[in-house]
């Protein structure tokens, strides 16, 4: 089993930064990832990190914004937002699993956090 709890959102203005927070527990999964919902639409996947070599895959709509991190340990992941704008409201969760693809969907990741919520506000 894993267990996550993110944390880190909060309301900002349009053109500001926050970082996500994950933190994670028991047994380690060979991908992380965030996903995101917005009121009205779909989940969608942001980003994801693998463990093996740390490297990561991005969203069309947040490359180049956000980044995603793991520390050393593998306790915590994070996801830096930059430039945040309006669009960019939205439920956001932390998500794990063993499935190597495709990078950002769901239902390669078999365990979720509860979300925490970022209101960006222009």
């Known amino acids: 089993q894993v267990q996550l709890v993110e944390s880190g959102g909060g309301s900002v203005q349009a053109g500001e930064s926050l970082r996500l927070s994950c933190a994670i527990s028991?047994?380690?999964?060979?991908?992380k990832g965030w996903f995101r919902q917005a009121p009205g639409k779909e989940r969608e996947g942001v980003a994801t990190?693998?463990?093996?070599?740390?490297?990561?895959y991005y969203a069309d709509s947040v490359k180049g914004r956000f980044i995603i991190s793991l520390d050393d340990a593998e306790n915590t992941m994070y996801l830096e937002m930059n430039s945040l704008k309006p669009e960019d409201t939205a439920m956001y969760y932390c998500?794990?699993?063993?499935?190597?693809?495709?990078?950002?969907?769901?239902?390669?990741?078999?365990?979720w956090g509860q979300g925490t919520l970022v209101t960006v506000s222009s």
């Open positions: 028991g047994y380690t999964t060979f991908k």
């Open positions: 990190i693998w463990r093996s070599d740390r490297s990561t």
């Open positions: 998500a794990a699993g063993d499935t190597w693809y495709p990078p950002l969907s769901d239902n390669t990741y078999t365990y």
